[in-house]
C-alpha cells in the first residue's frame, strides 16, 4: 500500500514533481501567469520569469503550458508550445541544433551549418505563424544555463517577425544570475517585453499552500489540515517560504505521522523532521533558542496586556488621526491644519535591534469606520498623462495602472482617447490620458500593512520611476497603487507587491531590499475611510 492512502489521500500531496494541478496561485503567481499569457497572446516576443532555486519555476512553467493549451474563442489563433529543458550548449550550433529538434524540425542533417540551421527554423516559423496561423511559443526552464554566445540566437529569433506580429515568442524561466546575463545584453534586455521576479511565500501563504495540496490530494476536500498551527509556523521558520523546501519538509512530517500514529503534526514534530532533514539548510538559529523567544515574547505581551492602563486605547486612538499616508515628504499627505492642531505625535513602533541599519517610518491612520463613498462625484475623471516611448504597449501600461486588463478598461481607453485608433500600435512621443475606473475605486482594508518605496502626485513621473525599479537585479516584486484622497486629491505610490500581516515581516522585507532604498522605505498601516485605491488586483 502506499504511504498516502494510509491518511486516506487519493494521490501523493508533497510529491517533488511539477505537477501544475498542485500549484498555489498566490497573488503574485496569478499576476505572473496572467501577465505571461496575455504576452504571449498578443504575441510580444521575449518574456522573463527570473525565482531563486526553490521558488517554484518549473511548476508554474508547467501550469502555464496548461494554461496555454486551455481552448478559447474560435478566433484565436491555436497555441502551440515547445519545451526546452536543458538549454545548456556546447557551442552555438549544438545550441540552433537542440532548437530546430525541440520545434520538431526534422530536416537537419549532420552537415548543416548554423546559418542553413537558422534559415530552416526561420521557414518552420513562417509556415506555422502566416500560413497556418499557428502562435509558436519557445519555452526554456532553467534559462540560467544558456550559454553568453548563445543569448544573440534567442535575439536574432525575435527579429524573425511580419508587420504585425513576432514569429516565435520566447518564455524564459530562469535563476537570479540570469539577470547579470540580460543586463550584460542591452540590445536583448531592450527587447524583453515583460520581466518578473518570483519571490518567496509569506506565512499565510505558506499556510494557504499547504492546506491547498492537502485539499486536493485528500479523498476528503473539506478535511482539517494535519498540521496545527504551531506545525504550520515550524514549517515557514523552517522553510523561509520557499515552495520547493516546504514541499519536501512536509513529506517528511506526513511519514513521520504514519511512524508516530499521529493524526496532526504540532511544532516539535516537524521541528524534528526538520532538523533530521537538514540542519543546515533549515536552522538559521537552534530551535532550543527559537523556542525560548517566542516563549519570552508570549509572556511579554500577557505582562503588557494585563498591566495595560484602561485608558490605553482612547490614548492611542486620540494619536491615530493623520492619514496612514502622512509621510515626512513635502509632496505628500500633509494633513488640514484643524486637523494638526488635535495632533501631538504620530505613532511610532521602534524598529527591531537586528535591523537599526534600516530606517523606516511608521505611520498609523485611524481605525475609523470605513463609509462609503460618492466615487463619481469625487474622483477626477483621469488620473494623468502618459508620453509613450519606444517598445511600450497600451496592455502592458493599463495592468500595471489598473491591475488589470480587458475588453472593458481597453473600451474605457479608447473612449478617453479618440486619436488612438489602433491600441497594438502607438508611436513613440503620442500622449494618452489614463482614465480613473471610479467603479472600482475601494477603500483598502484598515489592518493592510505594505511597503512604500516612493510616491507622488505625478502620473507620468512616477510609472516610469516604477519601471525603473521593478527592472533592477534583487529588486522584488513591485506594484504601482494609484489613489485617491479627499484632502490631497490624486497620489501615486511605489510599494512591495505583498501585503504583510504584521509590522516586523514588512520590516524584515525592507532589510532585504537593495540599501539605497531600503533607507527611504516606509511602513503604511491602518488605513484612513477617506482613501480609496484604484489598483483592483491589489484590492482582491
Given at each position: 500500500?502506499?504511504?498516502f492512502?494510509?491518511?486516506?489521500?487519493?494521490?501523493?500531496?508533497f510529491?517533488?514533481?511539477?505537477?501544475?494541478?498542485?500549484?498555489?496561485?498566490?497573488p503574485?503567481h496569478?499576476?505572473?501567469l496572467?501577465g505571461l499569457?496575455l504576452?504571449?497572446?498578443?504575441r510580444?516576443?521575449?518574456?522573463?520569469?527570473?525565482?531563486a532555486?526553490?521558488t517554484?519555476?518549473?511548476?508554474l512553467?508547467?501550469?502555464f503550458i496548461q494554461?496555454?493549451s486551455a481552448p478559447?474563442?474560435?478566433?484565436?489563433s491555436?497555441?502551440?508550445?515547445?519545451?526546452?529543458l536543458?538549454p545548456?550548449?556546447?557551442?552555438?550550433l549544438?545550441?540552433?541544433k537542440?532548437?530546430?529538434?525541440?520545434?520538431?524540425i526534422s530536416d537537419?542533417s549532420?552537415?548543416?551549418q548554423?546559418?542553413?540551421?537558422k534559415?530552416k527554423?526561420?521557414?518552420?516559423?513562417?509556415?506555422q505563424g502566416?500560413q497556418?496561423?499557428k502562435n509558436?511559443v519557445?519555452i526554456?526552464?532553467?534559462g540560467?544555463?544558456?550559454p553568453?554566445?548563445?543569448?544573440?540566437?534567442?535575439?536574432?529569433?525575435?527579429?524573425y517577425?511580419?508587420?504585425?506580429?513576432?514569429?516565435l515568442?520566447i518564455?524564459?524561466f530562469?535563476q537570479?544570475?540570469f539577470?547579470?546575463?540580460l543586463?550584460?545584453?542591452?540590445?536583448?534586455?531592450?527587447?524583453?517585453?515583460?520581466?518578473?521576479?518570483?519571490?518567496p511565500?509569506?506565512?499565510?501563504q505558506?499556510?494557504?499552500?499547504?492546506?491547498?495540496?492537502?485539499?486536493?490530494a485528500?479523498?476528503?476536500p473539506?478535511?482539517?489540515?494535519?498540521?496545527t498551527?504551531?506545525?504550520?509556523?515550524?514549517?515557514?521558520?523552517?522553510?523561509?517560504g520557499?515552495p520547493?523546501?516546504?514541499?519536501s519538509l512536509?513529506?517528511?512530517?506526513?511519514?513521520?505521522?504514519?511512524?508516530?500514529?499521529k493524526s496532526k503534526?504540532?511544532?516539535?514534530l516537524?521541528?524534528?523532521c526538520?532538523t533530521?532533514a537538514?540542519?543546515?539548510?533549515f536552522?538559521r538559529?537552534?530551535w532550543?533558542?527559537l523556542?525560548?523567544?517566542l516563549?519570552?515574547?508570549?509572556?511579554?505581551?500577557?505582562?503588557f496586556?494585563?498591566?495595560?492602563?484602561?485608558?490605553h486605547g482612547n490614548?492611542i486612538?486620540?494619536q491615530?488621526v493623520?492619514?496612514?499616508m502622512d509621510?515626512?515628504?513635502?509632496?505628500f499627505?500633509?494633513?488640514?491644519l484643524?486637523?494638526m492642531?488635535?495632533?501631538?505625535?504620530?505613532?511610532?513602533?521602534?524598529?527591531s535591534?537586528?535591523?537599526?541599519s534600516?530606517?523606516t517610518s511608521e505611520k498609523v491612520?485611524?481605525?475609523a469606520?470605513v463609509?462609503?463613498?460618492?466615487?463619481?462625484?469625487?474622483?477626477?475623471d483621469?488620473?494623468?498623462?502618459?508620453?509613450?516611448?519606444?517598445?511600450?504597449t497600451?496592455?502592458?501600461?493599463?495592468?500595471?495602472i489598473y491591475?488589470e486588463?480587458?475588453?472593458?478598461?481597453?473600451?474605457?481607453f479608447?473612449?478617453?482617447?479618440?486619436?488612438?485608433?489602433?491600441?497594438?500600435y502607438i508611436?513613440a512621443?503620442?500622449?494618452?490620458q489614463?482614465?480613473?475606473?471610479?467603479?472600482?475605486a475601494?477603500?483598502?482594508?484598515?489592518?493592510?500593512?505594505?511597503v512604500?518605496?516612493?510616491?507622488?502626485?505625478?502620473l507620468?513621473?512616477s510609472y516610469?520611476?516604477?519601471?525603473?525599479?521593478?527592472?533592477?537585479?534583487?529588486m522584488?516584486?513591485?506594484?504601482?497603487?494609484?489613489f485617491?484622497?479627499k484632502?490631497?486629491?490624486?497620489?501615486f505610490v511605489i510599494a512591495?507587491?505583498e501585503?504583510?500581516?504584521s509590522i516586523e515581516?514588512?520590516?524584515d522585507a525592507?532589510?532585504?531590499?537593495?540599501?539605497?532604498y531600503?533607507?527611504?522605505?516606509q511602513?503604511?498601516?491602518?488605513?484612513d475611510?477617506?482613501i480609496?485605491f484604484?489598483?483592483k488586483r491589489?484590492l482582491?
Amino acid at each position: 500500500m502506499e504511504y498516502f492512502n494510509l491518511l486516506q489521500f487519493k494521490k501523493e500531496p508533497f510529491s517533488n514533481s511539477p505537477e501544475p494541478e498542485f500549484l498555489f496561485t498566490s497573488p503574485q503567481h496569478k499576476t505572473c501567469l496572467q501577465g505571461l499569457e496575455l504576452a504571449v497572446r498578443l504575441r510580444r516576443g521575449l518574456n522573463v520569469v527570473i525565482g531563486a532555486v526553490g521558488t517554484g519555476k518549473t511548476t508554474l512553467c508547467r501550469k502555464f503550458i496548461q494554461d496555454l493549451s486551455a481552448p478559447v474563442e474560435s478566433d484565436s489563433s491555436t497555441i502551440e508550445t515547445f519545451l526546452l529543458l536543458d538549454p545548456a550548449a556546447e557551442s552555438r550550433l549544438s545550441f540552433v541544433k537542440a532548437v530546430a529538434s525541440v520545434l520538431g524540425i526534422s530536416d537537419i542533417s549532420g552537415d548543416d551549418q548554423e546559418w542553413q540551421i537558422k534559415e530552416k527554423i526561420k521557414r518552420f516559423l513562417f509556415e506555422q505563424g502566416v500560413q497556418d496561423q499557428k502562435n509558436i511559443v519557445l519555452i526554456i526552464d532553467e534559462g540560467q544555463k544558456i550559454p553568453d554566445d548563445c543569448l544573440e540566437i534567442l535575439r536574432e529569433f525575435l527579429n524573425y517577425e511580419t508587420n504585425s506580429f513576432k514569429l516565435l515568442q520566447i518564455v524564459i524561466f530562469a535563476q537570479p544570475e540570469f539577470h547579470k546575463s540580460l543586463a550584460a545584453r542591452a540590445n536583448l534586455l531592450d527587447r524583453v517585453n515583460y520581466l518578473y521576479h518570483l519571490q518567496p511565500l509569506s506565512f499565510w501563504q505558506t499556510k494557504a499552500m499547504i492546506k491547498h495540496r492537502i485539499s486536493f490530494a485528500s479523498q476528503d476536500p473539506a478535511r482539517h489540515s494535519l498540521l496545527t498551527f504551531g506545525g504550520m509556523l515550524a514549517v515557514y521558520l523552517a522553510t523561509a517560504g520557499y515552495p520547493r523546501k516546504v514541499v519536501s519538509l512536509c513529506h517528511q512530517v506526513l511519514l513521520m505521522l504514519i511512524i508516530s500514529g499521529k493524526s496532526k503534526a504540532g511544532w516539535f514534530l516537524v521541528r524534528n523532521c526538520a532538523t533530521k532533514a537538514n540542519g543546515r539548510t533549515f536552522r538559521r538559529i537552534t530551535w532550543t533558542t527559537l523556542s525560548f523567544l517566542l516563549l519570552a515574547g508570549l509572556l511579554v505581551s500577557t505582562v503588557f496586556y494585563l498591566n495595560e492602563p484602561k485608558n490605553h486605547g482612547n490614548q492611542i486612538q486620540k494619536q491615530r488621526v493623520l492619514s496612514s499616508m502622512d509621510i515626512h515628504k513635502k509632496e505628500f499627505f500633509i494633513p488640514p491644519l484643524a486637523e494638526m492642531d488635535s495632533v501631538k505625535t504620530s505613532e511610532k513602533i521602534p524598529p527591531s535591534a537586528e535591523m537599526d541599519s534600516v530606517k523606516t517610518s511608521e505611520k498609523v491612520a485611524p481605525s475609523a469606520k470605513v463609509n462609503s463613498i460618492k466615487t463619481a462625484e469625487k474622483i477626477p475623471d483621469y488620473l494623468g498623462k502618459i508620453a509613450f516611448k519606444e517598445r511600450m504597449t497600451i496592455w502592458q501600461v493599463l495592468h500595471i495602472i489598473y491591475g488589470e486588463y480587458n475588453a472593458d478598461i481597453k473600451q474605457l481607453f479608447l473612449a478617453a482617447n479618440p486619436q488612438i485608433k489602433d491600441v497594438d500600435y502607438i508611436r513613440a512621443g503620442a500622449v494618452i490620458q489614463v482614465p480613473s475606473i471610479q467603479e472600482n475605486a475601494r477603500p483598502m482594508k484598515k489592518d493592510t500593512i505594505i511597503v512604500s518605496l516612493k510616491n507622488g502626485k505625478e502620473l507620468e513621473t512616477s510609472y516610469y520611476s516604477f519601471i525603473e525599479k521593478k527592472n533592477m537585479v534583487n529588486m522584488p516584486a513591485l506594484l504601482f497603487l494609484s489613489f485617491w484622497n479627499k484632502r490631497e486629491g490624486k497620489q501615486f505610490v511605489i510599494a512591495l507587491d505583498e501585503r504583510f500581516t504584521s509590522i516586523e515581516a514588512a520590516r524584515d522585507a525592507i532589510g532585504r531590499l537593495p540599501a539605497e532604498y531600503a533607507d527611504s522605505a516606509q511602513i503604511l498601516s491602518q488605513w484612513d475611510g477617506d482613501i480609496v485605491f484604484l489598483n483592483k488586483r491589489f484590492l482582491q
